[in-house]
Nanobody, 114 residues
Framework: QVRLVESGGGLVQPGGSLRLSCAAS????????MAWYRQAPGKQRELVAR???????NYADSVKGRFTMSRDNAKNTVYLKMNSLKPEDTAVYYC????????WGQGTQVTVAS
């Protein structure tokens, strides 16, 4: 019954910006910690950003100062604003809802290239 749908990915030049969104179905969205992960080809999936129900966030060192995660509980949606994008940010970005075994979105491709 829980479904997470990411959107907003695409091709962007280095130094550009992009905003990802994750729309969640199901009840009690506001109580769950949400996260963004990413996975590049041949690499492990890594945590990018995380936001708790009280709005506190944490970020991977590689994206601190460039990415901002936020949530709009009224819309059951979380966002990832990505600025100053680098080629090494290229990956499939996944939305994740904590709680129980957790729930994953299908992912959205972000490609940073000239």
């Amino acid at each position: 019954q829980v479904r997470l749908v990411e959107s907003g990915g695409g091709l962007v030049q280095p130094g550009g910006s992009l905003r990802l969104s994750c729309a969640a179905s199901g009840s009690f969205f506001s109580i769950y910690t949400m996260a963004w992960y990413r996975q590049a080809p041949g690499k492990q999936r890594e945590l990018v950003a995380r936001i708790r129900s009280d709005g506190t966030t944490n970020y991977a060192d590689s994206v601190k100062g460039r990415f901002t995660m936020s949530r709009d509980n009224a819309k059951n949606t979380v966002y990832l604003k990505m600025n100053s994008l680098k080629p090494e940010d290229t990956a499939v970005y996944y939305c994740f809802r904590e709680g129980g075994s957790g729930f994953w979105g299908q992912g959205t491709q972000v490609t940073v290239a000239s």
